[in-house]
């Protein structure tokens, strides 16, 4: 489990995060959602330790990384996986190269075994026949694909996503949300998710927190969403015209009744 | 001031990052197999232009000679020996890193901006490798090795654009060339050239990677620091001439 408390972090006198404090389970898809600009990348990185905090604590299963020496926290990063925004695979490295990185740079396997392991990983990811590309060769949904197969090349206990599913197609962005909620499960890992497509919160929102300008303002899954009285969750969960359609459907039938 | 200002806090960024940059790598085998890609793609990609342009200022520089030494007190072979000395001393360490600067240079802040804004640098650190160290390390090692093998192949072919005029026109026999190259040789200037490229190597190499290193935004600021770097790292070279200048000979 991941405890955020009382973060506060602001770039040149802008406050970004004002006094966040959240939990994000183990086992479960922890949401964190937000118009854009609303800080959802400054949290992420906070948490993992990319860009340091003015204030506040963060815990990881009860140990403060604020707190820890460099030591602690390398041993900590080879226990984190994550998947950036615009899948930040190496240029200059094949598919299954990329997955190894890690493996060569942590640990102490043969390179067979290093293969076998990147191999098992991308087979899980069920992207097979890749091996040799590099990856500009391949589509934007392959790219993800590699990337959480990298992230989890390490077997993480955390798996951190920065919008798994921007710049694909819905199809797409559904496969690779169950993937990741799978993962999830299978392994056990605290898995926090930035997004702010409402698809993949209605598929994947166990555990959901909504920023709005850098604040908390809301809490819950996904089934609490819709009914949720908070005005600016309200404008966040119906902007998109399908959903003003159908909740002006559903008003509508619920006064003719 | 505000320039100053900015000026000292950009100084202090950098030692930062080669503070960053020089520790031990965390293995060994992956620096030396870096070093080896990023030492053969610098060599591969500037022998040409370095040689072609050694090659033609050479030749120049023989034929503005014979041009301007017309005296009939002065002999022939004072044209060799000119040609020599202002390969040596200043062409082909000087000129030729300014020119490494803008190409090699720009190429090293780009590459690694891009990496940045592409957040492969983030991944790198989020898995616990030191990024600076990792990425930047074997790009200044293999500068300042082949940068001054680069310089080194400069003067042996600026030398030789000479002797190809003194031998297909008739400016000056090629005898009395090779004469002027061997009279009153000083073994030192080779010498100052290459301690003076391996300074300028060093420039170009943590200059860029700072530049680049630091970008924050998209493809717009890549390309700015791209072009910052190479202007900085020009003016810190023509500075670093004088002071070697001052100190060596
Ligand atoms: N390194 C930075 N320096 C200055 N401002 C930043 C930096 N990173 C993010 N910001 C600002 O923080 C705000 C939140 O950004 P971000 O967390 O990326 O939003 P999003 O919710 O879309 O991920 C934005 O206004 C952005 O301009
Ligand atoms: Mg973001």
Known sequence: MIEVKNIVKSFDGKTILRDISARFETGKTNLIIGKSGSGKTVLMKSIVGLIRPEAGEILYDGKNVLRMDAQEVKALRCEIGMLFQGSALFDSLTVLENVMFPLKMFTRQSSAEREKRARFCLERVNLIGADRQYPSEISGGMQKRVAIARAIALNPKYLFCDEPNSGLDPQTSILIDELVRDITREYNITTIINTHDMSSVLGIGENIIFLDRGEKVWEGNSDGIFASTNEKLNDFVFASNLFKAVKEYIDDRNTKK | ?249
Do not use: H
């Open chain 2, 1 to 249: 001031m505000k320039i100053l200002f900015q000026s000292l806090q950009r100084f202090g960024e950098y030692v930062l990052l080669l503070r960053k940059i020089f520790t031990t790598p965390d293995r060994w085998n992956e620096f030396f197999r870096r070093f080896k890609d990023e030492a053969y793609m610098l060599v591969i990609d500037s022998i040409a232009i370095v040689v072609t342009i050694s090659l033609f200022i050479g030749a120049v520089i023989t034929i503005q000679t014979q041009g301007n030494i017309s005296s009939p007190l002065l002999p022939a072979y004072t044209v060799g020996l000119v040609t020599r000395d202002t390969l040596l001393l200043e062409f082909s360490s000087s000129i030729m890193c300014l020119l490494l600067a803008g190409k090699v240079g720009s190429n090293i802040a780009s590459e690694i901006g891009t990496m940045r804004v592409t957040e492969q640098i983030d991944a790198l650190d989020i898995m616990g490798v030191n990024s600076a160290n990792y990425l930047i390390l074997p790009k200044i090692t293999a500068l300042v090795v082949f940068i001054p093998v680069l310089v080194v192949f400069s003067m042996c072919s600026g030398l030789f654009g000479g002797y190809v005029v003194a031998t297909f026109t008739d400016i000056i026999p090629a005898s009395r060339y090779i004469y002027g190259l061997q009279s009153y040789f000083t073994e030192y200037y080779v010498w100052y050239t290459i301690i003076k490229s391996f300074f300028f190597a060093f420039v170009i190499s943590s200059v860029a990677s700072y530049y680049g290193y630091k970008v924050r935004g998209g493809a717009l600021e890549v390309g700015k620091a791209s072009t910052d770097s190479v202007v900085v790292s020009s003016v810190v070279i023509l500075l670093l001439d004088v002071i070697l200048t001052k100190l060596l000979l």
